[in-house]
């Protein structure tokens, strides 16, 4: 029975452990029929191996979203392994650690442009970086963390996410005419090696657990990764510039449920 992404060709950035979010997307768009390269930072020997664990072998592509060289060469590399992508995941967002854990008001401008570079910025450089490749009807995926308020501890990731969600809505002006599509996944707290850098991440971590009305499970990234695929694939032709909640609820309620 063909899957929801048969014949898509995806690009999945952001691989570091079987935890990442990218990781999640990879494996089930695989087995939804998808064709996936990845790219990874740093030790690229590490990734190669989490990759060897998805459904199906996979290259690996190098990728510094800070590097020009490397963002500018990116699209002749993908064409080494595809001939066109139909949809490309953004996972990716660093904040130096004077940045995080309640250093909002002590943080230097060279650490807080670099988190604004890597979390925000790289959305549009990755973009630009797939666009010769991206056929119309291509779907532009980021994943997010609802920014609508300051968060105990995310400080100047906070603000990352901020211009984050900015960028899309700037993507999609400059990019619906082209047929691209380009929307966000807030995503609620995951285990992820991300997450763990986070001085005070268990905070989220309880008050998800508290006040999600669906509940919500910080190991389990497949509702994560279907929102992602959903938004690559064909059944949303016509939405950009959005951002999909998928965090239990959590967003939509003021207070632990049961204690009104």
């Known amino acids: 029975m063909p899957g929801l992404l048969n014949g898509k060709r995806l690009l999945i950035t952001g691989l570091i452990t079987e935890q990442s979010l990218a990781f999640g997307v990879a494996r089930l768009a695989q087995e939804e029929g998808a064709e996936v390269v990845l790219t990874g930072f740093g030790r690229l020997s590490l990734v190669n191996r989490i990759a060897a664990r998805l459904p199906k072998p996979a290259p690996v592509i190098e990728l ?16 080494e392994h595809t001939d066109g992508l139909d949809g490309v995941l953004h996972s990716i967002a660093f904040a130096p650690p004077s940045a995080l854990g309640g250093g909002f008001l002590t943080a230097p401008w060279e650490d807080v442009a670099t ?4 979390s925000a910025f790289s959305f549009k450089s990755l973009a630009v970086a797939t666009l010769p490749l991206l056929t119309p009807g291509a779907g532009i995926v980021g994943m997010d963390f609802d920014a609508r308020q300051a968060w105990p501890v995310y400080d100047w990731m906070g603000v990352a996410k901020a211009g984050l969600e900015s960028v899309t809505r700037y993507l999609a002006r400059d990019l619906g005419p082209k047929g691209i599509r380009v929307n ?23 008050a998800w657990q508290e006040r999600a009305p669906l509940g919500w499970s910080l190991t389990d990234s497949t509702p994560v990764a279907k929102a992602a695929l959903m938004l690559m694939s064909d059944w949303f032709p016509a939405t950009t510039g959005e951002i999909v909640h998928v965090d239990g609820g959590f967003h939509a309620v003021g207070v632990p449920v049961g204690d009104a």
């Open 64 to 79: 510094d979203v800070t590097d020009t060289a490397q963002l500018d060469g990116l699209a002749a590399q993908v064409r």
């Open 115 to 118: 988190a604004l570079q890597v």
């Open 184 to 206: 966000l996944v807030a995503a609620g707290p995951q285990r992820t090696m991300a997450a763990k850098s986070i001085p005070g991440f268990e905070q989220f971590e309880r």
